[in-house]
């Protein structure tokens, strides 16, 4: 493909991808493929000559459209969303364009500092204590995701752990005390963490602890609960170095209590004492309201804290992928992530006046991902990304209100947090069974139809649905259309049930 193909190829590309974003309400939202569709509609190898574009783009609509569930489509309510905007995708083209593992900072300098720049723009807007930002002794890096945060910065806390509370001993027995002690290590998030947690600790070769977020305290892990965890796992001879708080849990949108973890840890394990906790606040959704200040109250407890991390990429307009981690201290990441080959030294690196951001992250190579952020900061400004969360919010509100108005068919779960309003449904019957075989069977039958796609979970025992009203397109009608979806559905299903 030459350079006027290219631009004949790109234009018809760019129109199609428009048309499919104004119509996408249009879309049935979940593909309804069957397992291995796409096999039978392709050839069993590449062609043998070159094929003109436009062959290649009708196979979008007719191949693989089938197989997609709409993401960006307003009725899309599930999990939580993947957002999608103009300016992030212009930024995902650009960063194609300049394609570069840039790994050194001498690898393209405009790649490393812009990214320092655009985090610590955030981490200001955000409301984030001024210890994570670049020019104390933190800083921040994009991840390709939530649990790459949680897994690098589990191995750097694990490395720390491990450096200070050994450094007295010396001797050849060392090696294998680190061996013993590394396998009395503890992580620890509470049962509404996000699963990520104890798949880091998996592959951090450290135990795994969860610490009971009850009902009464609204899902939110406690110091309380926590001291409870601690003073167990310690009698047991074991050794906490790592726990995950959350800011807007997966199932409910909780919020950790992060004052009064703060207080247990300062008696347990202070901070900046050898064999402290690490802590680390997975903010990977909800930590997009923080852009408002009425959220910004929530941070005041960070600085306590080790590492921060939020997903661009879920409720802040920029495409996937942007995970935002934030270090207290940057040489924690370095001190466990540095490794230094003759080919990958240079005058710049030596001179540590530059940030070399394969330092900071498990791969060498990346993107350049600041691009994206950087054109959606700018082009919705600090005000229109305030307006985004608070509308959805607002939506999620409105929502909950609908539900509300049918207390004879809806129950709400937990109020509704960060968009997210999560529900179940009432039985004509009192019986607690009859319940969650009412709600499965209407969920079952909402999602197979595909007309709006939801998510359900499983809270403190409760079968629940929940519903995020956070999409890029997502409106008032839209809102009104699935609510008119659960009211139908869950009537019929009533119906259907066996007295
Ligand atoms: N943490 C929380 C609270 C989440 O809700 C999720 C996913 O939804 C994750 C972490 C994992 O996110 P990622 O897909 O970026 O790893």
């Known amino acids: 493909m030459d350079s006027s193909q290219f631009r004949e190829a790109a234009t018809s590309a760019i129109d199609e991808i428009v048309n499919y974003y ?21 050839p069993n190898a590449p062609p043998e000559e070159g094929e003109p574009w436009e062959d290649i783009q009708k196979d979008i609509e007719t191949k693989i459209m089938p197989g997609l569930t709409h993401w960006q489509s307003p009725n899309f309510m599930a999990f939580f969303p993947a957002s999608s905007s103009y300016p992030g995708m212009l930024g995902e083209l650009y960063s194609a364009a300049f394609t570069a593992p840039a790994f050194n900072w001498i690898c393209s300098p405009a790649v490393t500092e812009l990214e320092t720049i655009v985090l610590d723009w955030l981490a200001t807007l955000l409301g984030l204590p ?12 994009i991840q390709g995701s939530a649990s790459e945060a949680i897994v690098t910065t589990m191995v750097a806390a694990r490395d720390k752990y491990l450096r200070e509370t050994t450094s007295h001993l010396s001797g050849i027995e060392l090696e294998d005390i680190i061996a ?24 951090s070769g450290v135990r795994y602890r969860s610490i009971p977020a009850l ?3 609204g899902f939110a892990m406690t110091g309380a609960r926590l001291e409870e965890v601690l003073n167990q796992i310690k009698a047991q001879g074991l050794e906490p170095f790592y726990l995950t708080t959350t800011l807007g849990t997966t199932a409910t949108c909780a919020v950790d209590d992060f004052a009064s973890i703060a207080e247990t840890l300062s008696r347990h394990a202070p901070p900046d004492v050898p064999g402290e906790i690490w802590v680390h606040v997975d903010a990977a959704y909800a930590g997009a309201a923080l852009v408002c200040p009425e959220y910004q109250y929530l ?15 879920k409720w802040l307009l920029t495409n996937f992928d942007a995970s935002c981690l934030y270090v207290k201290k940057r040489k924690d990441l370095i001190d466990a ?15 540590g006046l530059v ?35 608070r509308k959805h919010v607002k939506l999620g509100e409105g929502f909950a209100q609908l539900l509300r108005s049918r207390p004879d068919l809806f129950r709400i ?14 039985p004509t019957s009192g019986v607690q069974a009859e319940r969650t075989a009412l709600t499965r069977d209407a969920y079952d039958l909402i999602n197979s139809r595909g007309e709006i796609y939801i998510t359900s979970s499983m809270v403190a025992g409760t079968y629940v649905m929940r519903v995020v009203s956070a999409n890029p397109k997502a409106e008032e009608k839209y809102l009104k259309k699935a609510f008119d979806i659960l009211v139908a559905t869950t009537e019929e299903v009533r119906l259907n049930r066996p007295a």
């Open 22 to 42: 104004d119509n996408i309400q249009d879309r049935r939202v979940v593909s309804n493929v069957e397992p291995g569709y796409l096999k039978k509609l392709l």
């Open 130 to 141: 001024d210890c994570y930002l670049s020019a104390g002794h933190g800083g921040g890096v």
């Open 180 to 203: 013993h002690k590394r396998s009395k290590m503890v992580a620890l998030g509470s049962d509404q963490a996000h699963s990520s947690t104890q798949k880091a600790a998996q592959i």
């Open 215 to 217: 009902k009464s305290d």
């Open 299 to 313: 941070t005041s407890s960070f600085k306590h804290f080790h590492s921060f991390d939020m997903n661009m990429h």
């Open 337 to 351: 992530l540095s490794i230094m080959p003759t080919y990958l030294r240079n005058e710049f690196s030596d001179s």
């Open 355 to 389: 940030i070399d951001y394969r330092d900071w992250q498990i791969p060498l190579g990346r993107r350049f991902r600041s691009l994206k952020i950087w054109f959606v900061l700018r082009t919705y400004g600090v005000k229109g990304l305030q307006e985004h969360i």
């Open 413 to 426: 779960h937990t109020k509704p947090s960060f968009a997210l309003t999560v529900f179940d449904l009432v």
